[in-house]
């Protein structure tokens, strides 16, 4: 899954999904661009909400990656 952050996304924002994902036991692998910050999230997200997710503060997208079979 990756979490796509807003360009005016703040870092409280940023530090909330993080410590969101981390106390579900999630790795996290964050990317910052020149406009973005992008959150990878590692590990068997079947159980975790797009929605959810998309509707926290400086969320721009939720994008789930399946594993093709």
Known sequence: MLIIMKENAQ???IVHIKEFLINR???IHQST???RIIIGVIGDTA???DD???KMP???QVVRISKEE
Do not use: R
Request: no cysteine; net charge negative; glycine share 12%.
């Open 47 to 49: 159980t975790l909400s």
């Open 58 to 60: 400086g969320v721009s």
């Open 33 to 35: 661009g020149a406009n």
């Open 11 to 13: 870092e409280d924002d």
């Open 52 to 54: 959810d997710i998309q």
């Open 25 to 27: 036991n999630y790795d």
